[in-house]
């Protein structure tokens, strides 16, 4: 499997010399096509800076991030947000849609602020995967948190990315609309040969990720191939207790 | 220890505004426009009030007591007119022996005549005759004071005028047009211009109005003036030791019938005083476009309270957690705008002062002359200020800071900026719908003769029905504000993409808050349209008349009406020698009385009926041609209840009373110039050297070169002009724009108070979606598309705000005029251009209002927008 983005020596400090935090420390790592990799840590690890910088929401105080072999990190914000647009999905933790649109034209929007036809096949196609297509016409308000979130899934598709970027998705869920997106999100992968970084501290969303990525103290501490969920648990209270 | 503080509420209402200037400046940033032209419009009046005193009691200066000529009592009315203006009469003067003899009277200290009449200055620039005067007044010439006692002039240059080829010229003047001692300048006093040597600069009180003022020596200035012999009136200085009283019976003892005389100081208080009262009227205009200011303040200042609470929720949230009770919270947020109000009302009077400043100076530049003076704020001025500004921003925070008390305890633990509840808006549009249909039945009522209320003119009722009618129209704008942008969604969706729809979708989720920031500006663009399409239908009413009733190719009258004595009775002849010249009518005017009273005789050529268009009444054109015959306006006819065959006695000066027979009644289609006619040819006391006032005349067949032939014959005439209809028309339509541009330069203040509200909104709407737009550039919106947004969401609001203010204002003119078609207007007529113009900047307006909500929105840091943690 080829890389499709690479992170190397990417360091980000927040704050001025004294008051400074180190949030990611020389980080090397990189994500491969057709892969779903969760990056789990503790609270202050820094997996959700990594995941930031890493889709072009911050920017790395150094190192840099190659998509497919050009460096993003040095891009400006014009660049940065095309990129976002055209190559990034994204899902969110909540607040996923704009509450004025509707089911369809929240999917359809990255390809409407750029200016093109969505591609209607495929999004017809990601619409039944997560299994919405009967409320496609509703508004976000009318739409359950499971409702949401698959939405958002639905929408960080649509445009066909390099990359989804997922952050905490299952977090305001219940359990069972949990399984369900997670369900969907690895099929995404399996099914539809998507590649998904999902920031979790939920062993249990983490144990749907082909690989998972643990971080401490902005370091990289572990990196496993298809854990279960017991060893997942067993790493994070081993890194807990370090 | 820790510190006490009886008062914490207050303090932290007075922490907060210290931390957030720009919170003060923003809310009561229309507060501080609104007061600034109250202020300004005060000390503009008070000082104009205060200067016109210093020119009275300056022109008056040393002198005790003035005799003046006892008019006849029909002139009384015209006595301001003094023989100048088109209407020549004449005015009875006193003989210069009276001044020997006053001055011979025991406690006279000195006695001198003033002679005052009419007098141009003109230059030559490159051949074409140039008509010297400052702004719209008058132009004078008088005689220099021949008394060592006269105060009334000061020399600022050179020296007194010796002999008749002399004259001092005001410095005013002198200044605009740049004359020095030794220039030699025409002027023309009575019917001939003749040149004169500058030998005096000189400065007076009477000059302070901008009047032009050429100053002869004594002898020279009576036989300019047509007062050779005679003065005007005489001035007259008492002994120190001597009763004013009982000097003034003396005087008047001397020939009682004849003369007049009054107390100098108390003269001037009286003059004074009649101005002042001109001024009050311009002060309640500019108070009124104040009030318009203020009102439109009112609303934007609910709207920023709002906003500015609903930012701190959280905080006001935390105070109540902590056990502050919600009538607290009331007075914290009743205390902020307490101190905010005395904030802004004092900047208000700080710049409103700066207003009145730029305005005097914008005025001197304009050549408008005022009288020079300080600038007066008076401290009732400044009080109603202070209150006017601390009232309205209280009245204006009590709904905002009931609704911010009613914020819930749990609002600070919550992880979410709130939105606010929706509640219905139906109630709303029963009330407004059944407050506008009060409005529109008694509008209608008069139009449609349906309602006529007791006690209130047709007028004033259309009036208060439209003001209902504007109330009604505001309490719905709320619930119409969805369907209105429903209009906009396909259109902007098409133009604008997605944008648009976000765009528009965002207006319509706040309704009351689009609707009322709309409201601000629809106040402003109802008067505006309201304005244009009253005077664009004067105009095209103008057009339609002159163009009916104007039968003449050409008509001459007088440049200036306020300073020219009339046209030279030569000018006519010229013209009529002319081969081209077809048919001619000269019109003449003098003051006569009839029954006691003052009535304008005009003396005609028959001619005058086919260049102009008048209407037989009673009797024929052939009628009026005979001896003693006197022809009627319509309206004096009824006035007078004079018919065919009536005998009428006139007293007619210098002349005696004559007896005429009304032969003719008619209706003179424009504006008549005199109620009383006679055929010129009939009328021998209608002089040669009598001046006239109109001429219309006909010529074969237009043509440029016969034009300017025409026009270099008028040009040998100072003061007079030549105008053919279009000039007319062009003329009519010159001056009802000057009004316009004057009210629209009032009223765009309200427009600019409305930006603030714009400026407003827009930022509580940003900062409500912080959220939503750090989404939107996560997944990959441009800044410059964010930036787009919020402009589209401006103008929505504008063109809402100035859809609904146009619509309004049409519809308002509409009423007015159909309630004045009795009176005479008949013509509606819109301007689309400028109604296009004023929305177009009203749009305009939005956007620049929209350009630091949108530059805040697209720096949004996304981060921020999203995290959890």
Request: aromatic share 8%; charged share 20%; net charge negative.
């Amino acid at each position: 499997m080829s890389k499709i983005i690479e992170a190397n020596n990417l360091t980000k400090i927040y704050g001025e010399k004294e008051t400074s935090v180190t949030a990611l420390d020389d980080i090397n790592i990189e994500f491969r096509e057709n892969e779903f990799t969760a990056i789990m840590g503790p609270s202050g690890s820094g997996k959700s800076t990594l995941l930031h910088c890493l889709a072009g929401l911050d920017r790395p105080s150094s190192g840099k991030i190659f998509l497919k072999g050009n460096d993003i990190a040095t891009l400006n914000d014009k660049e940065l947000t095309k990129i976002r647009r055209d190559s990034f999905g994204f899902i969110f933790q909540a607040f996923n849609l704009i509450p004025t649109l509707t089911a369809e034209e929240n999917i359809t929007l990255p390809a409407s602020i750029a200016g093109r036809q969505p591609d209607l096949e495929w999004v017809k196609e990601v619409v039944e995967t997560v299994d919405i297509a009967d409320r496609l016409t509703h508004r976000p308000n009318e739409l359950s948190g499971g409702q949401q979130q698959r939405v958002a899934a639905a929408r960080a598709m649509a445009t066909k990315p390099e990359v989804i970027f997922a952050d905490e998705p299952s977090g305001n869920l219940d359990s069972k609309s949990s399984r369900e997106l997670l369900t969907f999100m690895k099929s995404v992968v399996e099914e539809l040969n998507q590649t998904i970084v999902m920031v979790t501290h939920d062993p249990y969303a983490a144990s749907f990720a082909g690989r998972v990525v643990m971080l401490k103290d902005g370091r990289i501490a572990s990196d496993l191939e298809k854990p279960t969920q017991e060893e997942i648990v067993a790493e994070v209270t081993a890194l807990t207790n370090a | 220890m820790f510190g006490f503080t009886k008062r914490p509420l207050f303090l932290i209402a007075w922490k907060n505004l210290k931390t957030y200037p720009v919170r003060i400046f923003l809310t009561t940033s229309s507060i501080i426009l609104g007061v600034a032209v109250i202020i300004a419009s005060n000390i503009f009046s008070e000082s104009n009030k205060s200067a016109f005193d210093n020119l009275f009691s300056g022109i008056y200066e040393g002198i005790d007591l003035v005799v003046q000529p006892v008019q006849e009592d029909f002139a009384q009315g015209f006595s301001g007119d003094g023989g100048q203006g088109p209407i020549s009469f004449e005015v009875k003067k006193i003989p210069d022996e009276k001044i020997k003899e006053i001055q011979d009277l025991p406690g006279v200290r000195a006695a001198w005549g003033e002679v005052i009449g009419f007098a141009q200055f003109i230059k030559i620039v490159d051949g074409e005759t140039v008509l010297l005067s400052n702004g719209f007044a008058p132009t004078f010439g008088t005689a220099w004071d021949s008394s060592e006692y006269a105060k009334q002039w000061t020399l600022l240059e050179g020296r007194a005028p010796l002999n008749k080829k002399e004259v001092v010229m005001d410095t005013v003047t002198a200044e605009n047009f740049e004359f020095d001692i030794d220039d030699k300048v025409t002027v023309l006093a009575g019917a001939t211009p003749a040149t004169f040597t500058i030998v005096g600069i000189a400065d007076s009180a009477f000059a302070a109005g901008g009047a032009t003022f050429a100053l002869f020596e004594f002898r020279t200035a009576q036989q300019l003036l047509d007062s050779t012999g005679e003065v005007n009136l005489i001035n007259v200085v008492v002994e120190d030791n001597f009763d004013v009283t009982d000097v003034k019976n003396e005087i008047t003892d001397i020939d009682s019938e004849n003369l007049n005389v009054i107390n100098a100081q108390e003269a001037a208080a009286e003059q004074a005083d009649s101005i002042k009262q001109g001024l009050d009227f311009f002060n309640t205009i500019l108070n009124v476009f104040a009030g318009i200011a203020i009102f439109v303040g009112a609303f934007i200042i609910q709207n920023t309270f709002r906003i500015l609470l609903l930012q701190r929720t959280k905080e006001l949230s935390l105070l109540r957690a902590l056990g502050t009770s919600k009538r607290q919270i009331y007075r914290l947020v009743i205390s902020e705008s307490l101190f905010m109000s005395i904030i802004g009302s004092g900047l208000g009077i700080g710049l409103g002062i700066g207003l009145a400043v730029a305005v005097k100076e914008g005025l001197q530049y304009f050549e408008l002359g005022l009288p020079d003076g300080p600038l007066v704020l008076t401290s009732e001025a400044a009080i109603t200020g202070l209150i006017i500004g601390i009232t309205v921003t209280i009245l204006s925070s009590l709904l905002p800071a009931r609704k911010a008390s009613q914020v819930s305890p749990m609002e600070a633990i919550r992880d979410s900026v709130s939105t606010p509840r929706r509640k219905s808006l139906f109630t709303r549009l029963v009330i407004g719908i059944a407050v506008s249909s009060i409005g529109f039945i008694m509008l209608f009522g008069v139009l449609y003769d349906f309602l006529d209320l007791p006690t209130l003119s047709g007028l004033q009722q259309v009036g208060f029905g439209a003001g209902i009618v504007f109330v009604g129209i505001s309490i719905i704008t709320p619930s119409i504000t969805k369907p209105f942008v429903f209009l906009f969604d396909r259109i902007y969706i098409l133009i604008f993409g997605i944008l648009g729809k976000l765009a528009t979708e965002n207006s319509k989720r706040t309704p009351r808050r689009t609707a009322s920031t709309a409201s601000a500006l629809m106040i402003g663009l109802t008067l505006i349209s309201l304005a244009n399409v009253i005077t664009t239908s004067f105009k095209a009413q103008a057009e339609s008349l002159i163009g009916e009733v104007i039968l003449a190719d050409y008509q001459v009258g007088a440049a200036n009406v306020f300073a020219s004595p009339g046209i030279p009775t030569g000018l006519a002849n010229e013209l009529m020698e002319l081969d081209e010249v077809t048919k001619l009518s000269r019109t003449r005017a003098t003051v006569v009385g009839y029954n006691e009273r003052p009535l304008i005789l005009g003396a005609v050529d028959e001619t005058v009926f086919d260049l102009v268009k008048t209407d037989d009444i009673a009797g024929t054109r052939k009628d009026f041609l005979k001896q003693n015959a006197l022809g009627i306006l319509k309206q004096t006819a009824e006035r007078e209840e004079l018919q065919i065959g009536d005998e009428v006695l006139l007293t007619i000066p210098e002349e005696g009373q004559l007896t005429f027979t009304v032969s003719y009644i008619f209706d003179w289609t424009t504006q008549p110039p005199a109620e009383f006619f006679v055929l010129l040819e009939n009328s021998s006391f209608f002089s040669e050297e009598s001046l006239d006032t109109e001429l219309y005349f006909n010529v074969n067949e237009k043509s440029d070169v016969l034009e300017e032939k025409i026009n270099s014959i008028v040009a040998e005439y100072p003061g007079v002009e030549i105008r053919d209809e279009e000039g007319l028309v062009e003329e009519a339509n010159n001056q009802i724009q000057l009004l316009l541009n004057v009210i629209y330069g009032f009223l765009s203040i309200s427009i600019f108070v409305a930006l603030f509200g714009i400026t407003n909104t827009l930022s509580l709407s940003v900062y409500e979606r912080t959220r939503e737009i750090g989404l939107m550039r996560a997944i990959g919106t441009y800044r410059k598309q964010i930036r787009r947004m919020i402009f589209i969401e401006s103008s929505i609001i504008s063109i809402f705000g100035a859809a609904l203010g146009t619509g309004l204002g049409i519809f308002f003119a509409w009423s007015l005029i159909q309630t004045l078609a009795d009176d005479g207007f008949t013509v509606f007529a819109v301007s689309i251009s400028q109604t296009f113009m004023w929305i177009g900047i009203s749009i305009i307006a939005g956007v620049i209002a929209a350009i630091l909500p949108a530059i805040r929105a697209s720096r949004q840091n996304i981060l921020e927008a999203i995290s959890y943690e």
